[in-house]
């Protein structure tokens, strides 16, 4: 079983930056890929950022450019650094660990951007 555990979410203004940290732990494979997902109110659950195993990353549409993901292998650990937020990114974060034979979720973790 592999528990994922996201941090950093909270009140920043339009224009501001946030950094959100996802950690997984247990049963982890050596090759899985880690994923951003968010939920904002009334809507459903959108793809955001991606990196795999191997490193390679990819971003929705509506956030390249503004975030970045990252990951520590040594700490399992993946990153989403946010910047120029706009108010549209109001929602709340989801990290995914997959790998061959588990997908996990996290809990999530609030973002707010106010105007």
């Known amino acids: 079983q592999v528990q994922v555990v996201e941090s950093g979410g909270g009140l920043v203004q339009a224009g501001g930056s946030l950094k959100l940290s996802c950690a997984a732990s247990?049963?982890?494979?050596?090759?899985?890929a880690m994923w951003w997902y968010r939920q904002a109110p009334g809507k459903q659950r959108e793809f955001v950022a991606a990196v795999s195993s191997g490193g390679t990353t990819n971003y929705a549409d509506s956030v390249k450019g503004r975030f970045t993901i990252s990951r520590d292998n040594a700490k399992h650990t993946v990153y989403l650094q946010m910047n120029s937020l706009l108010t549209e990114d109001t929602a709340v974060y989801y990290c995914?660990?997959?790998?061959?034979?588990?997908?996990?979720w996290g809990q999530g973790t609030q973002v707010t951007v106010s105007s």
């Open positions: 247990g049963s982890l494979s050596s090759m899985y």
């Open positions: 995914r660990v997959v790998g061959g034979d588990f997908s996990s």
